[in-house]
């Protein structure tokens, strides 16, 4: 069963940025498009940007211009990089397959804060 694995989180100043990794245990990075949400706690999980099997991107309006989705798919990875980050509530970042998910991973989580 293809797996993913999200790292990279962490606690970070605002402004300031960070890396996140979606690993995949198959070629589902090749085939599928991936997606990078977040969840705040009390909130719906949203959609923060998606990149599709040919690399087409779409973001957020919320991280437009300031996240970028990316992919290598000799890793089977899926990175999200995160700059100007602002201070919000900590949430926790997944990825996953679109428009059919697999069982979602334990997330990384993200915290900005001064």
């Known amino acids: 069963q293809v797996q993913l694995v999200e790292s990279g989180g962490g606690l970070v100043q605002p402004g300031g940025s960070l890396r996140l990794s979606c690993a995949a245990s198959?070629?589902?990075?090749?085939?599928?498009?991936i997606g990078w949400y977040r969840q705040a706690p009390g909130k719906q999980r949203e959609l923060v940007a998606v990149?599709?099997?040919?690399?087409?991107?779409n973001y957020a309006v919320s991280v437009k211009g300031r996240f970028t989705i990316s992919r290598d798919h000799a890793q089977n990875t899926v990175y999200l990089q995160m700059n100007s980050l602002k201070p919000e509530a900590p949430a926790l970042y997944s990825c996953?397959?679109?428009?059919?998910?697999?069982?979602w991973g334990q997330g990384t989580q993200v915290t900005v804060s001064s």
């Open positions: 996953n397959a679109r428009p059919s998910p697999i069982p």
């Open positions: 198959g070629s589902i990075v090749s085939i599928y498009a």
């Open positions: 990149i599709t099997s040919g690399g087409m991107t």
